[in-house]
């Protein structure tokens, strides 16, 4: 719904209607050997409107897979992958379909056993991926995530 105020349009989003999903995900975790796992899971899924029309903006299909390398007692190496796959527009939505993108991420961290503390050294969407999340269809764009980043971490326990 639109409201005025102040010479200021204002968008409010009200939630109506309902939506209908079915869909499934499998997840696995394989233990290498004492130094390495690997997690995976799948999910499908499909969401329409109350009138049975695709409801929009959901990933039909989405795929994670992380795998962990402990490198001794105290280094550990983190690559997780993140794909997501045909996110259709909602009815009357008339802008291009968005992108399918998937996310490489890599983390290095610390965590002495016997310590209240750990650093971890990283990079998230590490190919520099161009991500987007749908947005309201009355906008131009749709909302970008975040390029490459790197990121450092410092945890303390009490």
């Given amino acids: ?3 005025t ?4 349009t204002v968008y409010m989003h009200d939630n109506i209607g309902t939506l209908k999903g079915q869909g499934f995900e499998l997840e696995g975790r394989w233990k290498i050997n004492k130094f ?5 899971n799948y999910a499908y899924v499909k969401v329409e409107d109350g009138d049975g029309l695709e409801a929009g903006n959901y990933p039909h299909h989405q795929f994670y897979v992380r795998y962990d390398w402990f490198i001794n007692k105290d280094w550990a190496v983190n690559t997780r992958l993140n ?13 291009l379909e968005l ?25 998230r969407n590490l190919l520099d991926e161009d991500r987007r999340e749908p947005s309201d269809p009355r906008l131009v764009g749709d909302y970008p995530k975040a390029g490459r980043e790197w990121f450092g971490e410092v945890r303390y326990k009490f």
Avoid: C, H, M
Wanted: hydrophobic letters at 40%; aromatic letters at 10%.
């Fill in 36 to 40: 390495s796992t690997v997690l995976a």
């Fill in 5 to 8: 105020l102040e010479d200021r």
């Fill in 1 to 3: 719904r639109l409201l």
């Fill in 83 to 95: 794909w997501v796959a045909d996110r259709d527009r909602p009815a009357g939505d008339e802008r």
């Fill in 99 to 123: 992108k399918n993108y998937t996310e490489l991420d890599f983390t290095l961290r610390y965590a002495a056993r016997q310590k209240p503390w750990n650093i971890a050294l990283g990079v």
